[in-house]
């Protein structure tokens, strides 16, 4: 195709899909595609100012709400209208909802990526049968669904959402150049002590991050290592029920909970080992990051993290809610510096050779012509 692929973007979701979509659009080709980004209030329009053709802003509700919901869909379905994209491109369950059914009958391809498929979250059976038959339904107004593993694909495919010719399997990459430039933060500007073994783990405090199970693995670990500091990177909504949990524990000196930051890879680099301890995970982009960080990992056993780490080779794998297994864990990589130093050696080939993001811009790329010929 001679003229550039206008693709619009909708996301409702920040955190990891916002992240995302940064390394994605810093990484596709500007001479063959041209992006527009329609986001959520929750987004930081100044991060994508530079890196994409426009930025729009709408107010949308993270949860249902028809009345908020209409006045989106409207406001969509004028922006396609408007602005006449070969694709547009829904990101997260929330957004896919709306995208597509804001450009019912329009022409143009639609393409939606769950970013973890919300039926795989823990909750009631009642609201996982009903996140299945909307994510079903709604496959059928896309003509592609990106899923970010195998694990994703094989849930789709398991639970009917949709045939398998539809499926794109298109794996998350980081911005390995990004963090290689990045400087660690100072231990001393952040209140560690030198001789600190950090203990760190980033993502939202929520009930999929498992931030509690994180404490009360602390809570062990502390018992046998005293110079032991932990460090929560990120934000949430159980926030304050963590910070009673660690006052319980006494662990408060030991304990720093940073908010939400720009740039997380700069509080990895100090980190002696780096945690995902999910109860669910479409994929966990923060374990690339860790292994790009040179961070050995210790993660769940969980949908897709056994894709991404071999058990002993690249990270240590743990049952959900194992606190016993997880201070076992450390005590060996503190005891044992030659397990510590191979799983980094295997980390960084691992994040290289898969996990790169300039891959993702090529594959969605190729995507993007395939969908258009």
Not at 114 to 137: C, D, L, T
Request: hydrophobic share 40%; proline share 3%.
């Amino acid at each position: 195709m001679d003229k550039k692929i206008r693709v619009l973007h909708v996301a409702e979701a920040a955190g990891g899909v916002e992240r995302y979509l940064e390394t994605l659009f810093k990484y596709n080709d500007d001479d063959k595609v041209e992006n527009i980004l329609v986001c959520s209030q929750n987004y930081d329009p100044e991060k994508f100012k530079n890196i994409t053709n426009r930025v729009i802003v709408l107010e949308m509700a993270h949860n249902i709400d028809p009345k908020s919901d209409l006045k989106v869909e409207k406001k969509l379905r004028s922006i396609i209208k408007q602005l006449k994209p070969d694709i547009v491109y829904a990101h997260s369950s929330k957004a896919g909802a709306l995208a597509r059914i804001a450009d019912l009958g329009l022409k143009n391809k639609v393409i939606y990526n769950p970013h973890g498929w919300a039926f795989n979250m823990q909750q009631s059976a009642k609201k996982k049968e009903m996140y299945r038959w909307v994510e079903k339904i709604s496959a059928h107004f896309c003509n592609k669904i990106v899923c970010i593993s195998d694990a994703e694909r094989e849930s789709a495919l398991r639970e009917k959402i949709c045939k398998l010719r539809k499926l794109k399997v298109i794996y998350n990459g980081i911005d390995i150049e990004e963090i290689e430039k990045t400087f660690p933060m100072s231990r001393t500007q952040l209140g560690i002590p030198k001789d600190a073994f950090v203990v760190g783990m980033v993502g939202r405090l929520s009930k999929q991050k498992a931030p509690d199970i994180f404490v009360k693995a602390a809570k062990l670990i502390k018992e046998k290592m005293p110079n032991a500091f932990f460090l929560m990177v990120g934000d949430g909504e159980l926030r304050d029920k963590i910070e009673d949990l660690i006052n319980q524990y006494n662990l408060s000196s030991s304990f720093l909970i940073t908010g939400w930051v720009d740039n997380p890879t700069t509080y990895m680099k100090i980190m002696d080992v780096g945690m995902l301890l999910s109860r669910w995970e479409g994929f966990g982009l923060v374990l690339p990051e860790y292994m790009a960080c040179g961070v050995p990992i210790i993660a769940t056993s969980v949908d897709a993290i056994p894709d991404i780490i071999r058990d002993g080779v690249n990270g240590m794998l743990v049952d959900k809610d194992n606190i016993q297994l997880i201070a076992k864990i450390i005590k060996k990589m503190v005891i044992d510096t030659r397990f510590k130093q191979d799983m980094i050696k295997n980390e960084q080939h691992v994040v290289e050779e898969k996990y790169n993001a300039k891959r993702v811009g090529y594959e969605t790329n190729s995507m993007y012509q395939l969908l258009l010929d």
